[in-house]
């Protein structure tokens, strides 16, 4: 449950804050890493670390920092749909009693689609379309005949609702004006609130460019004045955040919707905002839906949308709250930016649902989605609170997308947990004495195993180590054919060779420089030894002896 008063500046923070501590010892490793520095079959570095039992990133920092040190676990699973299966005598019989509601209920569903396009479709007739409006300078808002025209989808909408088993709906307290809060923020649960405000307020929404090419939806939407956006590209962010400016500015327009979190949870946590409602500086107001159920949960987590619909159609009643919360104002001091408007709202909001805010974002929603399409089990256990990690590392969700590829490519066991074995061979190197250190820098645990958070986590707190760049093209520099300006795969050997790593097949050879030959062209350049070790930064550690120029010698 949350605390009754937390800071805002808390929502910023790991939801379990109970981290493991490092204890330095006198070579400068953490105490729980000491077990791995007394393996009989540990290589010894000649001069290399200053006595510090082997580790294979040492070169990386002068002041030696212990290793690094992971915050705890999260047990939060916010997109997990708490409905059981399918099996119970009690779903049964419900679905088999309200097989002719639910019918008649179908009838109604498609019947109000059918109306509501239809008058949509009269509504934009004529009109100029959105995504050539949007190119237009200044264009205005949708003229009073067309909106009054558009009651008719409204009223269309709530049928829409009922047949879905919303009844009633109990809301508490009321919109705040439009010139006052001109941006409504809602936490986002099921595809039900997008239809219970295009109702309620047939407001401006700010939605996925996808949504357009979606049958009878893409059109209902233009209606709404939509503002489009790409997630994904800087550009079209910048963009949408300057119409919403620009529309919340002017008091002919309806209000902005946005929800923040910019994907489904399960109703039971908050995850990480996204800031674009707050950084035109307007004041904002909060809506809490909440979704009491016993048996039914109706949150679009990992659930798909015919299940649900399903469900919601064979419900004898399906319950909703909505509950305009007051009024949340920029903050006063300029310093303070978007991020603090929005750890505000969703204090607010996390206080008003009594629920824990959370790290998560939207990008662990699409690693749980690519983990799902790869028929793994225990999915959830994939995910890594990318909001923490993008503020605390500067990964961006496709980086961590492109690491999660190779990470499925290891041979994940079911608890989503890799072995060293598995981990080098998929970039063809055996679990030699240096592999062995490299991997215990990720498994902090001492578990001979890791999580994809572990790997996540880890190298980009390499990435982050104050003299990686610079080791990155020292590397380079002392290992490319003088002749060619690349890495071939003699020189490659040969690094090897000088890293204490046993013969290699010639397949896994291959295999390795593949990985490093980014661009496919037969050979290492600059560019692809950088573009790959900053994606594989634990790389560098093959690279450490020619990086010092040091020679190391394996004691059996």
Request: with cysteine; proline share 7%.
């Amino acid at each position: 449950m949350a605390s009754r008063n937390p800071s805002p500046a808390s929502l910023s923070t790991p939801l379990l804050s109970d981290s493991i501590s490092p204890t330095p010892t006198t070579n400068g490793h953490a105490g729980h890493h000491n077990h791995h520095d007394d393996d009989e079959e540990s290589p010894t570095v000649c001069g290399g670390d200053g006595g510090g039992g082997g580790d294979p990133f040492a070169f990386l920092s002068e002041d030696r920092p212990a290793w690094w040190s992971p915050r705890g676990v999260s047990p939060a699973d916010p997109f997990r749909n708490g409905t059981p299966g399918w099996c119970g005598a009690y779903e049964l019989v419900r679905a088999l009693v309200c097989a002719p509601v639910a019918a008649a209920r179908l009838v109604l569903f498609g019947l109000s689609i059918a109306v509501g396009y239809a008058a949509t479709w009269v509504a934009l007739r004529g009109w100029v379309d959105v995504r050539e409006r949007a190119a237009q300078e200044g264009a205005g808002p949708m003229p009073a005949w067309r909106r009054r025209l558009m009651w008719i989808t409204r009223i269309s909408a709530r049928c829409i609702l009922f047949s879905f088993g919303y009844h009633w709906i109990r809301r508490k307290g009321k919109p705040a004006p439009r010139e006052l809060a001109p941006i409504v923020v809602s936490n986002h649960v099921s595809y039900i609130e997008p239809i219970y405000f295009f109702y309620e307020l047939f407001p401006t929404i700010v939605s996925s460019d996808s949504h357009d090419s979606i049958p009878f939806v893409g059109t209902i939407i233009r209606a709404m004045q939509v503002i489009y956006v790409d997630r994904f590209s800087p550009a079209s962010r910048k963009s949408a955040v300057n119409e919403i400016k620009r529309k919340a500015a002017c008091n002919s327009f309806p209000r902005v919707l946005l929800f923040p979190e910019g994907t489904t949870t399960n109703g039971r946590f908050l995850i990480s905002f996204q800031h674009g409602a707050f950084i035109p500086g307007y004041p904002v107001q909060p809506v809490i839906v909440r979704y009491p159920h016993v048996h039914f949960d109706q949150s679009w987590g990992n659930i798909s949308l015919g299940k649900l619909m399903f469900k919601m159609f064979t419900q004898f009643h399906n319950f909703m709250e909505v509950e305009y919360l007051p009024v949340v104002y920029p903050p006063e001091i300029k310093q303070e930016n978007a991020l603090h408007f929005a750890e505000n709202t969703s204090y607010a909001m996390a206080h008003a649902l009594n629920v824990i805010p959370t790290s998560y974002s939207y990008g662990d929603s699409m690693i749980m989605a690519r983990a799902v399409e790869d028929g793994k089990v225990n999915c959830s256990n994939y995910m890594v609170e990318m909001a923490w990690v993008k503020e605390t590392y500067g990964v961006s969700t496709s980086e961590a997308m492109a690491l999660l590829e190779d990470f499925l490519c290891m041979s994940p066991d079911k608890d989503g947990r890799v072995n060293a074995q598995d981990f080098w061979a998929h970039f063809g190197l055996n679990c030699t004495p240096l592999c062995k250190k490299i991997f215990q820098y990720f498994d902090f645990e001492a578990k001979e195993s890791i999580t994809f958070r572990q790997f996540l986590i880890g190298c980009a707190h390499l990435r982050k180590q104050p003299s990686f760049q610079d080791a990155c093209e020292t590397a380079f520099e002392r290992c490319r054919n003088p002749l060619t300006s690349h890495i071939g795969r003699e020189q490659l050997a040969d690094v090897l060779r000088s890293s204490m790593l046993e013969l290699m097949t010639d397949n896994g050879m291959m295999k390795l420089f593949k990985t490093l030959d980014v661009d496919d062209d037969d050979g290492i350049s600059k560019d692809d030894l950088m573009a790959s070790l900053r994606k594989l930064p634990f790389m560098i550690a093959l690279f450490a002896g020619r990086i010092n120029g040091e020679v190391y010698i394996e004691i059996v």
